[in-house]
């Protein structure tokens, strides 16, 4: 009997470990997932904020233009 239950607390142990690691995979899959997505905001939001350069810089050029074609 003490073969058997030292054979199951091998197994058990081994049970253990194996399903921890499938949890912490999990919770990484998880946190890598979430990075992800934060990387991608982060690309959009740049993406907006350069588009915004852009077309400020294009307003400010055109109404310098107007104020030196105002002068001559």
Sequence with gaps: MSAFIAA???FGGIAAIILLV?????????L???????VKILIVLAFIALLL??????MRGRSQRRREAEEL
């Design 22 to 30: 499938i949890a912490l995979l999990k919770q990484l899959i998880a």
């Design 8 to 10: 199951a607390g091998r």
């Design 32 to 38: 890598v997932g979430f990075l992800m997505f934060a």
């Design 53 to 58: 350069l852009v077309v400020t810089m294009m």
